[in-house]
């Protein structure tokens, strides 16, 4: 899914309105909770972006066992954030 930097935005807006509406005589807690509430905009934020990433042609060498290999060349990647 893309970012939605506006929806973001509202969110933000969204939680500092409700900490100072539920903490007005008590700037601690408002600040709390509003901290709270962005850390969980942040978090769903970036948790819905979709990252694309393509292997490059390269050349692929595994040393080891069936059950245990590992590759002896580096595979490079590209990606991208939507």
Same mark, same amino acid.
């Given at each position: 899914?893309?970012?939605? +930097?506006?929806? &973001?935005?509202? +969110?933000?807006?969204?939680?500092?309105?409700?900490?100072? $509406?539920?903490? !007005?005589?008590? !700037?601690?807690?408002? %600040?709390?909770?509003? $901290?709270?509430? &962005?850390?969980?905009?942040?978090?769903?934020?970036?948790?819905?972006?979709?990252?694309?990433?393509?292997? /490059?042609?390269?050349?692929?060498?595994?040393?080891?066992? !069936?059950?245990? +290999? /590992?590759? %002896?060349? !580096?595979?490079? %990647?590209?990606?991208? %954030?939507?």
């Amino acid at each position: 899914m893309a970012l939605d +930097q506006s929806d &973001l935005k509202t +969110q933000i807006k969204s939680a500092m309105e409700a900490a100072r $509406a539920a903490n !007005p005589e008590d !700037p601690d807690a408002a %600040l709390d909770a509003f $901290a709270d509430a &962005l850390a969980t905009a942040i978090h769903n934020y970036t948790s819905a972006a979709t990252v694309r990433v393509t292997a /490059q042609v390269g050349e692929i060498a595994v040393s080891g066992t !069936p059950a245990a +290999q /590992q590759n %002896l060349f !580096p595979i490079l %990647l590209s990606g991208e %954030l939507e």
